[in-house]
């Protein structure tokens, strides 16, 4: 049986009472089977971690208590809306593959990381761009990705995400600054 098989039947069934998660979670798995075959990654790869990014969107503190550092507790304390991110990924690792880059992709989804893999850029941009997002944010950073531009999408992406966060009067996550500077060097380098 395929990866991405096992985590389809997995995450419908964890998630079968919130039928409007699982839309958007197949519709990031679509997205990141579309950018693994543009951009040559291993698409069984892609497809699992795609549909295991939000397994544990609903999972309890005490859950992840059972699989998460100190410190990556401590640090949900504060940002709260990591644990999902991270409790996913070691249920990647526990129910699916021990695949290292898999594991990356799903832990870093929310903000990604400097120096992101091919795979971890992915799905990042695949959660925010997947086909179900309305928002008019999401549609033009959609319409950048699908023209072929990957970086600036990411950059749009956490620009985007930044301003949406402070409007709400929240903080950015110190790992948003820093993989927002590396978009930024990035794109302004190609034009020197
Ligand atoms: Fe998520
Ligand atoms: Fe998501």
């Given at each position: 049986m395929q990866l991405s098989d096992k985590a389809l039947k997995l995450v419908s069934d964890h998630l079968k009472d919130h039928q409007k998660r699982l839309t958007h979670i197949l519709g990031v798995c679509e997205m990141a089977e579309t950018l693994a075959l543009r951009y040559n990654v291993d698409l069984d790869l892609a497809k699992s971690s795609a549909l295991m990014h939000?397994?544990?969107?609903?999972?309890?503190y005490e859950e992840a208590s059972k699989y998460l550092t100190k410190e990556e507790l401590e640090e949900c304390y504060k940002y709260p809306f990591m644990l999902h991110a991270y409790l996913s990924a070691y249920k990647y690792k526990e129910l699916?593959?021990?695949?290292k880059d898999s594991f990356n992709a799903i832990y870093n989804h929310v903000f990604g990381r400097p120096n992101m893999s091919i795979l971890e850029k992915i799905i990042m941009i695949s959660d925010y761009t997947?086909?179900?997002?309305?928002y008019p944010d999401c549609i033009e950073v959609r319409k950048i990705l699908l023209d072929g531009d990957l970086d600036l999408a990411i950059y749009e992406s956490l620009v985007r995400t930044i301003k949406h966060c402070e409007g709400e009067g929240k903080v950015a996550h110190p790992r948003q600054l820093e993989v927002l500077k590396e978009y930024e060097e990035r794109i302004k380098n190609r034009w020197i």
């Open positions: 939000d397994y544990s969107k609903y999972d309890s699916i593959s021990d695949n997947e086909k179900n997002r309305t």
